[in-house]
């Protein structure tokens, strides 16, 4: 392990002075510059929690009110500051809630440093009191995980977890000390790590295959690049501007990769996937080169993979090699962060135009405009959740961070709303992870204070974390909620209408009122039902200083279109 030395505890004397697992912890942590620590104490990580108290100038600790709050609320901070989030959290159930946050953050490639307290181990593997095997379970979840038993080997065990959470694709780690460690006492030596002998996060890209996809490009005349959080992770977004506009090359974004390139650059031609944009889609099958880059194939860009870009050569670029070729055939793969490879990619390429190419995604846009209209201008007398994007983009210029959660309000914000900033567009990927928003919107609010942090959410992810709103009262995080209220299960309905025969069970919900519990909870709220009122509102909304709540009742029964059905290809995308 390649290592630097930055931390050593030592009385005035000059002698190394030996101090509790706990506080070795929390130094630990203060060398690899944590400032925000998101938790729930408990029996098993009470000892922490006590050190924690020496630490206070230095360690800024926000306490959610459950921990999958909490581990949701590291991965909006590390979403939008480019961070490692870091959780704390206590054994049996306290670590057991933290999977589904593991889950997320392991598939949409999050660092995170999840640190559980464990029953003493002596204990170990005799069902002790909120005693839970969390190495085994957090296994298939998690980028790598460790339990310490020694306060002399918490140091190196944070230093690793640092480094692998965040190199390479980064992941969640997860450190569980028993309970004798924290208290146990041994010597404090930090060194950072920037290496391990069996782990080689940084690829070196074959130059072969750079010069192998420069051709292709070069050679193109129907070039089109698919634009995924690898950029947004890697920070190469002026490489990924500079290749587009000196190739001429239109680009599409996942979901993840929204705003890794300007809305508003002329070569931004839309949102790819099931409920995206219809050009970007259909034009997948039309384009003759199709270059992805951090991005994985899954299967709501692809749609039917056998009907995926049959008139295209492939060209992967990705950190993670396991990606390449995974799903889709592969001509060229580059193994490598984007952006080194679009560095070394961008002198090979020709300064190139293909104009009728970039028509044709304005002339499939004409085709999409209708629902356009009808989405964010409704004639309709209910509101629609598009025109309440539309018109928040506008209020905000699409400066904001938004923070979706996962249903149809996610996709419609995909949609409409227009992220020109870098990091500004925070959601629940691959997971789908119901009631992510809340706790990941003031967790993002935490990671960038100085930027309007609005959390756009449905009625029925709300109420999966709406006991957040006390986190959100105590330590006044002023982030701007808006729930889409239709009083179902939006994007379940949906399905059930289209493919099911219209039999809606389960779906409708009969909800609180959420304006009162907002009172409850201190936060100023408003309730709104007519667009006669909308924009005053949006602008109360954004004018407060403190935490706000919009409750906006939308039509019951809207569809989002368009949509590529299970089966189908993306060229096969229903527009109604």
């Not at 620590?37 to 206070?56: C, H, N, Q, R």
């Not at 069996?198 to 129907?222: M, V, W």
């Not at 952006?339 to 135009?353: D, Q, S």
């Not at 925070?426 to 003031?442: E, H, R």
């Amino acid at each position: 392990m390649k290592t630097e030395a930055i931390a050593t505890q030592k009385d005035s004397s000059g002698i190394n002075q030996q101090i509790t697992g706990s506080e070795i912890l929390l130094r630990s942590l203060i060398a690899e510059e944590v400032q925000t620590l998101f938790g729930y104490p408990g029996g098993a990580i009470m000892p922490v929690y006590d050190s924690l108290y020496s630490f206070s100038d230095q360690l800024k600790h926000i306490l959610v009110r459950h921990e999958q709050g909490a581990i949701h609320a590291a991965q909006g901070f590390a979403r939008v500051s480019g961070k490692t989030g870091v959780v704390l959290a206590t054994s049996g159930p306290g670590a057991t809630n933290l999977i589904t946050g593991l889950a997320d953050a392991m598939i949409d490639s999050t660092p995170l440093v999840c640190i559980t307290g464990q029953v003493a181990s002596h204990l170990l593997g005799t069902d002790a009191f909120q005693e839970t095997d969390i190495i085994n379970i957090s296994l298939p979840v998690t980028k790598w995980n460790i339990q310490v038993t020694r306060a002399a080997d918490v140091a190196s065990a944070v230093a690793r977890a640092f480094f692998i959470a965040k190199s390479g694709r980064p992941g969640p780690v997860l450190i569980d000390i028993t309970k004798d460690a924290q208290f146990e006492m041994a010597d404090f030596h930090y060194e950072i790590c920037h290496q391990l002998k069996t782990y080689k996060p940084i690829p070196n890209p074959d130059q072969r295959s750079i010069a192998e996809a420069a051709k292709l490009i070069n050679e193109a005349s129907r070039p089109y690049i698919l634009s995924g959080q690898g950029i947004i992770l890697s920070g190469a977004q002026t490489e990924l501007i500079d290749c587009a506009e000196k190739a001429g090359i239109p680009v599409a974004s996942t979901l993840l990769g929204l705003s890794g390139f300007p809305a508003s650059h002329p070569l931004y031609v839309g949102y790819l996937g099931m409920h995206g944009n219809y050009s970007p889609n259909v034009n997948t099958n039309e384009c003759d080169v199709l270059i992805a880059i951090g991005m994985r194939f899954d299967d709501r860009v692809t749609g039917n993979v056998a009907k995926y870009a049959p008139n295209a050569k492939v060209i992967h670029i990705d950190i993670d090699e396991s990606e390449i070729g995974k799903i889709i055939k592969t001509e060229v793969g580059i193994h490598a962060d984007a952006k080194h490879a679009l560095t070394l990619l961008l002198p090979h390429l020709k300064k190139t135009e293909h104009p009728e190419w970039l028509a044709s995604f304005k002339k499939l846009d004409e085709l999409e405009k209708a629902i356009i209209q009808q989405d964010c201008h409704p004639e309709c007398e209910g509101l629609k959740m598009g025109e309440v994007v539309r018109r928040l983009n506008q209020i905000t210029q699409g400066n904001s961070v938004v923070c979706t959660d996962v249903g149809q309000h996610q996709m419609v914000t995909s949609r409409y709303y227009s992220f020109n900033d870098l990091r500004s567009c925070i959601s629940s990927g691959g997971l789908g992870t119901m009631g992510f928003c809340l706790p990941a919107a003031m967790g993002a609010k935490c990671g960038a204070p100085e930027k309007d942090v609005i959390a756009i959410i449905g009625d029925g992810g709300f109420q999966m974390t709406i006991q957040e709103l006390g986190t959100i009262m105590q330590y006044q995080i002023p982030v701007k909620i808006i729930i889409l209220n239709n009083n179902f299960l939006g994007m379940v309905r949906q399905w059930q209408q289209l493919f099911f025969d219209k039999r809606y069970s389960f779906t409708e919900m009969d909800n609180p009122d959420f304006v009162a519990i907002a009172k409850a909870y201190r936060i100023e709220s408003q309730k709104v039902e007519s667009r006669d009122y909308l924009d005053q509102a949006l602008m109360d909304m954004m004018n407060h200083k403190g935490p706000y709540l919009l409750e906006v009742v939308v039509e019951k029964e809207e569809n989002v279109f368009p949509m590529v059905p299970t089966g189908a290809g993306v060229a096969e995308m229903r527009l109604t």
